[in-house]
């Protein structure tokens, strides 16, 4: 099993909470969760497009994620530079 694409299930800042019900494997599974959640990643991300605010809008959040998909879109060779560069150019508009 890639527990890598159920890292969406892992809150943010979460501990691993047992009760009598886990089992080994249930435990083993959450533990990797939470080593392995990407959110970590997007972090710094986020806290540098946030520029000290405290939190993020709907309209900023819809914003960082449709320039994460363009960069997405352009690394994986989806979209020409020029097409790339007119989606971040509209999205600044």
């Known amino acids: 099993?890639?527990?890598?694409?159920?890292?969406?299930?892992s809150p943010k800042n979460t501990k691993i909470k047992t009760n009598k019900n886990m089992n080994y494997k249930t435990l083993e599974i959450a533990?990797?969760?939470q080593k392995?959640?990407?959110?970590?990643?997007?972090?710094?991300?986020i806290a540098d497009f946030k520029d000290g605010?405290?939190?993020?809008?709907?309209?900023?959040i819809k914003w960082l994620v449709n320039?994460?998909?363009?960069?997405?879109?352009?690394?994986?060779?989806?979209?020409?530079e020029l097409d790339y560069?007119?989606?971040?150019?509209?999205?600044?508009?």
Do not use: C, Q, V
């Open 1 to 9: 099993m890639n527990l890598g694409s159920l890292n969406h299930f």
């Open 31 to 33: 533990a990797e969760l």
């Open 36 to 45: 392995n959640d990407w959110l970590n990643y997007l972090k710094p991300i």
């Open 53 to 60: 605010e405290d939190k993020m809008g709907e309209e900023d």
């Open 67 to 80: 320039i994460i998909k363009a960069k997405i879109r352009f690394n994986e060779g989806l979209i020409t």
């Open 85 to 93: 560069l007119i989606i971040l150019n509209d999205l600044h508009d």
